[in-house]
């Protein structure tokens, strides 16, 4: 496909991605708030509680009742468009960032995938991971939250080590995100929009509701609370070489994921009591020991381990020229003022390596891409050697002689 028609599907879909993302999720924050901070005291006769808010210059008055009003209004709100929006529409950009462009984005280099396998793995794990994990939930476990949650975050972390050995870490990380979107979507479609549609009959025909299918809501959307961190890390985590592209990518998720669910929790209980507010400082301790381990200065950091060329090399001293050849050869097919690569029109991410001193304004964001991590070059398509990526490291160690 033409690469500005892409770029502008892209913009579009993921525009129209976090537009309803936001309205989502900003809905079920404001839900998840509603509930903890309702006034329980003495609440009139049918009232579970009120609230009275000040937000856009008027004042609400907001009740919740213990099961329904005396009648039904004529107007009830649902919230389900913005879910299933927000997975339609990062299913839609899902296809155009990774599988259109499948061996650049998508597939490890030297993985040995095709495309057309890659993309069948890809779908496959999104549709096994929901009913695996509906599966669990119905079974005996869904009486077992905590041990529940335990297993089904092992089996992610399982999930994510697994494709991190085929995908490239970018890809692998969507895909987790991806799975977790599409368990969070199938619960208000399969369960927690059942349970609400029950309910309102039963209350129309004057009966009493079916009391299992809340009991299941109730559990989905728990999920779908603790969830929502998580799957909000791995949709920026592409901004973020250090986490996607370090060797130990599937942990470093796992552990940024713990310190989000932690922070959850916290904010889920702090209005009955502060017994959780340790989980703050160690979430925040926990971020600096990942920022500390994935840091690229230090003994073992580069992934990429000097090779008898190389030593060779810092002892000559490492010329521009060497290096310049190597950034043409390996880096402007895509990153140039006019790109030869027939997916991208425009130079990606706007970093051209034309000129001398194109390179000189690049060299912390090189160091960052191709020399400290190894995610670029994408897909490793123009295959630069560990060799290479040692030259341009060394280079900068003597301190980036530009002649
Ligand atoms: C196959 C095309 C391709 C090749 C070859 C390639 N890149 Fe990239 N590069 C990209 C794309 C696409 C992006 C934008 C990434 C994104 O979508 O997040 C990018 C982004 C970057 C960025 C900006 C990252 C940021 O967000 O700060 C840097 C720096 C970079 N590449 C360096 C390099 C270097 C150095 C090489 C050569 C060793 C290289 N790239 C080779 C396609 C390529």
Redesign the pocket.
């Known amino acids: 496909m033409d690469p500005h028609i892409t770029e502008w599907l892209n913009l579009a879909i993921r525009w129209a991605h976090m537009v309803v993302g936001v309205a989502w999720i900003g809905a079920s924050f404001y839900f998840n708030w509603l509930e903890n901070n309702l006034n329980r005291v003495n609440p009139k006769t049918g009232l579970t509680g009120d609230l009275w808010a000040i937000h856009g210059g008027g004042i609400y008055h907001l009740e919740k009742y213990k099961l329904a009003p005396p009648s039904m209004p004529e107007n009830l709100h649902w919230f389900k468009w913005e879910a299933y929006f927000t997975w339609i529409t990062g299913m839609c950009l899902l296809f155009v960032v990774y599988y259109l462009n499948a061996e650049?984005y998508l597939i490890a280099p030297g993985s040995g995938l095709d495309s057309t396998t890659a993309i069948s793995l890809g779908l496959g794990v999104l549709i096994t991971g929901w009913f695996v994990y509906d599966f669990l939930c119905d079974s005996a476990l869904g009486k077992k939250p905590v041990l529940l949650a335990a297993i089904l975050f092992f089996l992610l972390v399982g999930a994510t080590y697994g494709l991190t050995q085929v995908f490239s870490g970018r890809g692998a990380y969507i895909h987790i995100g991806a799975i977790i979107g599409t368990i969070m979507v199938g619960n208000v479609f399969r369960v927690i929009m059942p349970a609400q549609r029950n309910l309102v009959k039963a209350i129309e025909e004057n009966r009493a509701p079916d009391p299992a299918l809340p009991a299941k809501g109730l559990l989905r959307s728990r999920h779908n609370n603790y969830l929502t961190l998580p799957v909000l890390f791995i949709m920026i985590s592409?901004?973020f070489?250090s986490t996607y592209g370090s060797q130990y990518n599937w942990l470093i998720l796992a552990g940024l994921a713990v310190f989000s669910i932690l922070v959850r929790h916290y904010f889920n209980t702090r209005h009955g009591s502060q017994k959780y507010a340790w989980t703050v400082p160690i979430a925040a301790l926990g971020m600096i020991a990942l920022a500390f381990v994935t840091s690229p200065y230090g003994s073992q950091s580069s992934t990429v381990t000097p090779t008898a060329s190389t030593t060779e090399a810092a002892s000559a001293g490492v010329s521009f020229e060497s290096v310049n050849t190597?950034?043409q050869a390996?880096?402007s097919?895509?990153?140039s003022a006019a790109p030869t690569?027939a997916?991208?029109k425009t130079a990606?991410?706007g970093?051209i390596?034309d000129t001398a001193d194109e390179i000189k304004i690049?060299i912390p964001?090189?160091m960052?891409?191709?020399v400290q991590t190894k995610v670029?070059?994408?897909?490793n398509?123009?295959q630069?050697t560990d060799d290479e990526r040692n030259l341009i490291g060394t280079w900068v160690e003597q301190g980036a002689v530009m002649q």
């Open positions: 650049i592409n901004h070489p190597v950034i390996r880096c097919v895509c990153h690569h997916a991208f990606p991410a970093v390596l690049n964001r090189i960052a891409q191709a670029m070059p994408l897909g398509l123009t630069m």
